[in-house]
C-alpha cells in the first residue's frame, strides 16, 4: 500500500465516522445547549487521547504476527459490518443512512428530553449525548488510523489522514450548521467496508501464518475481488427484492418497504455536494430517547 | 458496579461484533482453521480466509434479509 492509498483509505474512512459524529453534535448543540455539548466532545477528546496515548506504545509490545492477527480478525470484522449495512442499503433493504433524518429523530428526542444538570454540566442530556457520540464515532477513527498506520509503518500519515478528515468536516458542519446530509455516505461507506475487509482478510492470514501468492501484490487480487463479490451481493438482492414486490399487491409493498424506490440507493451513483440546507425543524418522528441501533455509530 | 460492568461490556460487544454475530464468529473460526493448517498440516491455506469472509457477508445478509 503506498502512501496515497493508505493516506486516501483513512481520510474516507474517518471523514465518514466525522459525519455520524457532527450529526450528533449539531442536533445536542442547536436543540439543548452548546456548552454542555462542547463539555461533552471536551471530555469525550481526552478519553480518547488517553487511549491513544494508553494503546499506541502498547501496540510496540506485540510481536508483528499477534498484532496483524488481531488487528485482522477486527478490520474484517468491522469490515463485513460495513459492507452489510452498505449492501443492504443499496439494494433498498434498508433506509439509506439519512443524516437528516437521523439529525430530525436527535433534535426530537432531546427536545422531549427533560433539563437538569449534573457534576457541575449545565445540561446532562446535551453532555452524554455528544459524549458518546464523539467517544463512539473517535474511537473507530483511532482505531482505523493507528491499525492502518501501524501495519504500514507511517502512523504519522495515518494520523495526519484522520485529522484532515475530522478537520475537513467540522469545517464544512461549522460553514452549514447543518448536518451533511448530501455526503455520499453509503457508497463511502461501500468503499471503506471493501478495503476494510481486503486489508483485514490480508493481515489476519499473514498473522495466522499464510504466505500470500505474490506477497503485497496479493492485495490487487483481493481488493477487487471483494468488491466484485459485493456488487454481485446487491445485484442479487435487487433482484429478489424486485421479484418479491411484483409478487405483492402495492398497496402492501407501499406498506412493507422499507426504502420506496431507493434511486439514490445505486452505490456508484450517489455523489453530490457535501453540503445541505438546514433541516432545524422539529419532527413528527417519535421522540426516541437515544440512537436506534441503525444509526449507532460503528 | 454490575450494572457499570454490564454496559461496559455492552458496549464493547456493540463496537465490535455490532448487529451480527455471524460475521465475527466466521472470521475467527476461519482464522483458526488457517492457523490450524499451517502450523499443524503444513498447508498454506491462503484462500481459506477470503472464502470465509465472503460466506459470513452472505449468511449475514441472508439473515438480515429473512429478519426484514
Request: aromatic share 10%; net charge neutral.
Given at each position: 500500500?503506498?502512501?496515497?492509498?493508505?493516506?486516501?483509505?483513512?481520510?474516507?474512512?474517518?471523514?465518514?465516522?466525522?459525519?455520524?459524529?457532527?450529526?450528533?453534535?449539531?442536533?445536542?448543540?442547536?436543540?439543548?445547549?452548546?456548552?454542555?455539548?462542547?463539555?461533552?466532545?471536551a471530555?469525550?477528546?481526552?478519553?480518547?487521547a488517553?487511549?491513544?496515548?494508553?494503546?499506541?506504545?502498547?501496540?510496540?509490545?506485540?510481536?508483528?504476527?499477534?498484532?496483524?492477527?488481531?488487528v485482522?480478525?477486527?478490520?474484517?470484522?468491522?469490515?463485513?459490518?460495513?459492507?452489510?449495512?452498505?449492501?443492504?442499503?443499496?439494494?433498498?433493504?434498508?433506509?439509506?443512512?439519512?443524516?437528516?433524518?437521523?439529525?430530525?429523530?436527535?433534535?426530537?428526542?432531546?427536545?422531549a428530553?427533560?433539563?437538569?444538570?449534573r457534576?457541575?454540566?449545565?445540561?446532562?442530556?446535551?453532555?452524554?449525548?455528544?459524549?458518546?457520540?464523539?467517544?463512539?464515532?473517535?474511537?473507530?477513527?483511532?482505531?482505523?488510523?493507528?491499525?492502518?498506520g501501524?501495519?504500514?509503518?507511517?502512523?504519522?500519515?495515518?494520523?495526519?489522514?484522520?485529522?484532515?478528515?475530522?478537520?475537513?468536516?467540522?469545517?464544512?458542519?461549522?460553514?452549514?450548521?447543518?448536518?451533511?446530509?448530501?455526503?455520499?455516505?453509503n457508497?463511502?461507506?461501500?468503499?471503506?467496508?471493501?478495503?476494510?475487509?481486503?486489508?483485514?482478510?490480508?493481515?489476519?492470514?499473514?498473522?495466522?501464518g499464510?504466505?500470500?501468492?505474490?506477497?503485497?501484490a496479493?492485495?490487487?487480487?483481493?481488493?477487487?475481488?471483494?468488491?466484485?463479490?459485493?456488487?454481485?451481493?446487491?445485484?442479487?438482492?435487487?433482484?429478489?427484492r424486485?421479484?418479491?414486490?411484483?409478487?405483492?399487491?402495492?398497496?402492501?409493498?407501499?406498506?412493507?418497504?422499507?426504502?420506496?424506490?431507493?434511486?439514490?440507493?445505486?452505490?456508484?451513483?450517489?455523489?453530490?455536494?457535501?453540503?445541505?440546507?438546514?433541516?432545524?425543524?422539529?419532527?413528527?418522528?417519535?421522540?426516541?430517547?437515544?440512537?436506534?441501533?441503525?444509526?449507532?455509530?460503528? | 458496579?454490575?450494572?457499570?460492568?454490564?454496559s461496559?461490556?455492552?458496549?464493547?460487544?456493540?463496537?465490535?461484533?455490532?448487529?451480527?454475530?455471524?460475521?465475527?464468529?466466521?472470521v475467527?473460526?476461519?482464522?483458526?482453521?488457517?492457523?490450524?493448517?499451517?502450523?499443524?498440516?503444513?498447508?498454506?491455506?491462503?484462500?481459506?480466509?477470503?472464502?470465509?469472509?465472503?460466506?459470513?457477508?452472505?449468511?449475514?445478509?441472508?439473515?438480515?434479509?429473512?429478519?426484514?
Amino acid at each position: 500500500m503506498n502512501s496515497a492509498a493508505l493516506f486516501l483509505t483513512v481520510f474516507v474512512a474517518c471523514a465518514v465516522e466525522a459525519v455520524e459524529a457532527l450529526t450528533i453534535i449539531l442536533a445536542a448543540g442547536l436543540t439543548r445547549e452548546w456548552r454542555s455539548t462542547f463539555q461533552g466532545m471536551a471530555v469525550a477528546l481526552v478519553v480518547l487521547a488517553i487511549v491513544v496515548a494508553a494503546v499506541g506504545p502498547a501496540l510496540t509490545l506485540f510481536p508483528l504476527w499477534v498484532l496483524r492477527l488481531l488487528v485482522g480478525a477486527l478490520l474484517a470484522v468491522f469490515g463485513i459490518m460495513w459492507l452489510r449495512k452498505a449492501i443492504l442499503r443499496a439494494s433498498g433493504y434498508k433506509g439509506l443512512h439519512d443524516e437528516a433524518g437521523i439529525y430530525e429523530r436527535q433534535v426530537a428526542a432531546a427536545r422531549a428530553a427533560s433539563a437538569g444538570g449534573r457534576f457541575g454540566v449545565r445540561d446532562w442530556y446535551a453532555f452524554t449525548l455528544s459524549f458518546k457520540g464523539v467517544l463512539l464515532e473517535g474511537l473507530e477513527v483511532v482505531f482505523i488510523a493507528i491499525t492502518f498506520g501501524d501495519n504500514q509503518g507511517n502512523l504519522g500519515l495515518a494520523a495526519l489522514a484522520a485529522a484532515a478528515a475530522v478537520l475537513v468536516i467540522a469545517g464544512v458542519g461549522i460553514a452549514a450548521r447543518a448536518p451533511l446530509a448530501r455526503v455520499p455516505e453509503n457508497a463511502m461507506k461501500f468503499a471503506v467496508g471493501v478495503m476494510l475487509t481486503s486489508f483485514g482478510t490480508f493481515w489476519g492470514a499473514e498473522g495466522a501464518g499464510v504466505h500470500w501468492p505474490g506477497t503485497d501484490a496479493a492485495l490487487l487480487v483481493i481488493i477487487p475481488a471483494i468488491a466484485i463479490v459485493c456488487l454481485a451481493y446487491t445485484a442479487l438482492l435487487r433482484r429478489t427484492r424486485a421479484t418479491i414486490q411484483a409478487d405483492v399487491p402495492p398497496q402492501a409493498a407501499a406498506a412493507s418497504s422499507a426504502e420506496p424506490a431507493p434511486a439514490g440507493a445505486t452505490l456508484p451513483t450517489t455523489t453530490g455536494p457535501t453540503t445541505t440546507g438546514p433541516t432545524t425543524s422539529p419532527t413528527a418522528e417519535p421522540a426516541a430517547g437515544s440512537l436506534t441501533s441503525e444509526e449507532m455509530p460503528r | 458496579m454490575s450494572r457499570w460492568l454490564r454496559s461496559f461490556g455492552a458496549f464493547w460487544y456493540d463496537f465490535v461484533i455490532g448487529d451480527d454475530w455471524r460475521g465475527a464468529a466466521v472470521v475467527v473460526l476461519a482464522l483458526a482453521l488457517t492457523a490450524l493448517l499451517v502450523h499443524a498440516a503444513g498447508v498454506n491455506a491462503w484462500w481459506l480466509l477470503p472464502v470465509g469472509v465472503i460466506v459470513a457477508l452472505g449468511w449475514s445478509l441472508r439473515h438480515a434479509i429473512k429478519e426484514s
